[in-house]
Nanobody, 114 residues
Framework: QVQLVESGGGLVQAGGSLRLSCAAS????????MGWYRQAPGKQRELVAIITSGGSTMYADSVKGRFTISRDNAKNTVYLQMTSLKPEDTAVYYC????????WGQGTQVTVSS
């Protein structure tokens, strides 16, 4: 089992920045992917960004150039630096750990006011 604990959500004005963190614990493999999804009210959960343990990254087109995903393998922690935030970024952000199967965090609310 893998446990994920997210932090860093909150309320910010449009154009502002936030940094999300997600710490994994439990049966962690040295080879894995971690990342972030988000779900806005009335919408499906969507991929935001993913990073592999080797450092390869992938971003949703809607966040490219504004969000940066990174990780600290020694701490089993993934980060999402979000800049130039827009009201449409408002959602619950979920951390994911993928190895054999997916594990999800509890979610953290990000609200961007206009």
């Amino acid at each position: 089992q893998v446990q994920l604990v997210e932090s860093g959500g909150g309320l910010v004005q449009a154009g502002g920045s936030l940094r999300l963190s997600c710490a994994a614990s439990g049966r962690i493999s040295s080879v894995n992917s971690m990342g972030w999804y988000r779900q806005a009210p009335g919408k499906q959960r969507e991929l935001v960004a993913i990073i592999t343990s080797g450092g390869s990254t992938m971003y949703a087109d809607s966040v490219k150039g504004r969000f940066t995903i990174s990780r600290d393998n020694a701490k089993n922690t993934v980060y999402l630096q979000m800049t130039s935030l827009k009201p449409e970024d408002t959602a619950v952000y979920y951390c994911i750990y993928t190895r054999v199967g997916d594990y999800w965090g509890q979610g953290t609310q990000v609200t961007v006011s206009s």
